[in-house]
């Protein structure tokens, strides 16, 4: 793909790594799409990265025209919303799924928002939904996806951001990219509490979509 023409989507579950990408692909010389309502905080102090219009990207496309060539942030369930008449690069974050579900419970208890699916739910829910949109990935032809793991990014910077250049383009700024990573932010390394062994968890898919929506717009990012 012609990366002038493309929209590099960083992309994702929450509390999986994407900030950090947003702003290790600024510093590589990647200009990206942000709007900087959500600001900085204790879950995420070096900031979220993120582009309001992104929310509502079902009923509004049309700032993706001025995103050809830059970064924009987009949780994992909004991808099937995506025009299909534009091309994108996705670098698509992946992290341990107990430290994605600690995270996540941390900021909804600062931010004091009620939560009626519990860690061992949400595994379920999250687990199938990765399944299927990574399955949906792969069938599309105006798609390229690069899946990036944070815990490895942490342990071996350098080898993973040659791969993100090998993926996006040598132009990149390597050593400006590998100083974003900040160990000292690697938080919430232990399990959730209510930590659920993988096929553990009841299935009940009725409603899975709803249900994601539902956490996600309790964490801020729908």
């Known amino acids: 793909m012609d990366m002038s023409e493309c929209v590099i989507v960083v992309t994702g579950l929450p509390r999986s790594g994407t900030s950090m990408m947003m702003k290790m692909l600024q510093a590589g ?11 900085a905080d204790e879950d995420n102090p070096e900031g979220y990265y993120e582009f309001e219009k992104v929310k ?28 299909r008449d534009r091309s994108y690069k996705l670098v698509f ?14 900021m909804l208890e600062r931010k004091g928002t009620g939560d009626e699916f519990d860690d061992g739910e949400m595994r379920g829910l999250f687990s199938r939904h990765l399944a299927e949109v990574e399955s949906w990935i792969s069938r ?21 951001i040659r791969r993100l250049k090998r ?51 309790d964490l801020g990012y729908m």
Not at 97 to 103: C, P
Not at 140 to 160: F, K, S, T
């Open 93 to 106: 974050m992946r992290r341990k799924m107990d430290e994605i579900l600690a995270s996540q419970r941390k």
């Open 56 to 83: 509502r990207i079902g009923e509004d496309a049309s700032w993706l025209d001025e995103a050809r060539g830059k970064a924009v942030k987009m949780a994992s369930m909004l991808l099937y919303d995506l025009p």
């Open 140 to 160: 599309q032809e105006n798609m390229e996806v690069l899946y990036v793991d944070y815990n490895e990014m942490l342990l071996d910077p350098l080898e993973n």
């Open 167 to 217: 993926f996006l383009g040598d132009d990149l700024d390597e050593e400006r990219m590998a100083g974003v990573v900040d160990p000292s932010l690697y938080r919430n390394r232990k399990p959730a509490s209510a930590t659920v062994k993988e096929g553990d968890e009841t299935v009940d898919d009725t409603g899975d979509d709803e249900k994601i929506k539902a956490r996600l717009r």
């Open 29 to 39: 010389g990647v200009e990206i799409v942000t709007d900087n309502v959500r600001k």
